[in-house]
């Protein structure tokens, strides 16, 4: 085991140690476990870089050739699980590097030139965000469709809109989907913000202080399509900014998920019955036969927690470190790639129960006339012909004790009790207690009413088509 680790320390670090490094570090040090999963990224940034080192003359054409080659058969020896990887060569990094000096000999040994694994880990985590940010995108993409869809082809289902969990007053069941969706796309700019972030190339900033080749940064990150490159060596190698942009949209989509799911856990319970999720989405019970257990919601909003400790956990990670690299930021790859894992999971664990799911508009209907959802029209009625709002409140106020005292029926008030709290009501109330006509009362823009929630699924059609074509 010692002679083992003594000849690897020798291997991958070279002449500077003549003694074996102990077996818990080589625990503790190894990331390949995980890193492993940035193979292509980090084969792609390695033939951008070795192109960039042939076009200024550090390489010939035929090391080039040689080197991508190489790098090409390792990516599919690896896309095959034919791939060895290594614990003792611990990374990602020095596994590719390894196998193709062993493959290719000298040229491989020179691709690490104006290089380092410092530069090189912080532009592979920065490819691999960008690549899963378009995933990612368009599973955002798929739920706001569903969303709308549901918001467009319930355009007529009036539910209760709450606040306090305590029915407030009617709403289309099309503005509660359509809040939701703007939600999400108030998440998608987050994204955005994320990727622009990530879009810059660090490498060719060496270990920190820069490489001592007269290198062509920019021609490097043009290879691999990125915006730029960063600005400044020692901060190109420290800066994790970008990953903590990610693991924070993702902490704020998960936090807007969690609310939804909570929703849908209530409405499909026996004692809302507003929703039916589908078999295909519901777990039984091992011991009650009756039960069909949202499971899916639950997971989804369960998961937010980790979400929230991902951002937590990388914003405590880097607050101590002194600039440039420190190898605590290794630290950052399970972080990020959980986030990404449980993003993705959840987005699709909600377009599937959305796609499905069934709603009962008698139950949401039923909801309404057990409660006195049009009192707040009824006061408006009143402020119309004349009646101070204040004192048009404490009238309805009055009518609701009653029918609370009374046990009557505040939807079907005869006439002549409500002229007894207010001379003012008229024939035209009839209309006016009527939950199902209340949305299309709501005059203000952006409200439950027909015509404005129209106008926002076209807005939102607008923002998902205006994406397509970029
Ligand atoms: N595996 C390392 C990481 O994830 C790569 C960079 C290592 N650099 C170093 N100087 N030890 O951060």
Request: charged residues 30%; negative net charge; aromatic residues 6%.
């Amino acid at each position: 085991m010692k002679k083992k680790t003594e000849t690897k320390n020798k291997k991958l670090w070279g002449g500077r140690f003549a003694g074996a490094s102990s077996d818990i570090t080589e625990r503790m040090s190894a990331s390949i476990q995980y890193d492993a999963r940035l193979y292509r990224q980090d084969i792609r940034g390695s033939i951008a870089h070795a192109r960039m080192l042939k076009k200024t003359g550090i390489l010939t054409a035929a090391e080039l050739e040689a080197i991508e080659k190489g790098l090409r058969a390792i990516e599919k020896e690896i896309e095959e699980g034919r791939f060895e990887f290594s614990a003792s060569l611990e990374d990602i990094h020095m596994n590719i590097e390894a196998a193709l000096t062993e493959r290719i000999g000298d040229a491989g040994r020179k691709l690490h030139t104006a290089r380092s694994r410092n530069d090189q880990i912080a532009l592979d985590l920065r490819l691999y965000l960008l690549d899963e940010a378009e995933d990612i995108d368009r599973l955002i993409v798929s739920l706001v469709s569903v969303l709308t869809t549901l918001a467009e082809t319930n355009i007529d289902v009036v539910m209760p809109g709450y606040t306090h969990l305590q029915v407030a007053q009617p709403v289309r069941f099309a503005q509660h989907m359509l809040a939701h969706a703007w939600a999400l796309l108030r998440d998608r700019e987050r994204l955005r913000r994320a990727e622009r972030a990530s879009s810059l190339s660090p490498l060719g900033a060496g270990a920190m202080a820069g490489v001592n080749y007269p290198t062509d940064r920019a021609y490097t990150a043009g290879e691999l399509g990125l915006a730029g490159i960063t600005a400044n060596s020692m901060d190109s190698v420290s800066d994790r900014d970008f990953a903590l942009d990610f693991v924070y949209f993702a902490a704020m989509l998960g936090l807007h998920l969690s609310r939804f799911c909570e929703e849908l856990v209530l409405w499909s319970s026996a004692e809302f019955g507003f929703i039916r999720l589908s078999d295909e989405v519901t777990t039984g019970s091992s011991i009650m036969p009756q039960k069909r257990n949202p499971d899916l919601a639950e997971l989804v909003r369960g998961k937010t927690g980790r979400l929230y400790g991902n951002l937590v956990s990388l914003l405590t990670m880097l607050k101590g470190l002194p600039l440039t690299y420190n190898r605590d930021l290794q630290e950052d790859k399970e972080r990020v790639f959980d986030s990404v894992d449980t993003v993705k999971l959840s987005l699709e664990g909600m377009i599937a129960m959305l796609s499905g799911i069934r709603i009962n508009t008698e139950a949401m209907k039923a909801a309404l006339y057990r409660n006195f959802s049009t009192a707040t029209d009824l006061a408006d009625y009143l402020a119309r012909k004349g009646v101070p709002f204040r004192q048009a409140h404490e009238i309805v106020g009055g009518l609701v004790r009653h029918c609370e005292e009374s046990g009557a029926d505040f939807f079907a008030l005869p006439l002549e009790t409500l002229r007894g709290f207010s001379e003012h009501f008229g024939e035209d109330i009839r209309e006016i207690l009527n939950p199902e006509s209340s949305p299309e009362r709501k005059l203000s823009a952006g409200s439950t009413a027909r015509g404005e929630i129209e106008k926002q699924i076209a807005a939102v059609k607008k923002i998902l088509e205006g994406d397509a074509d970029d």
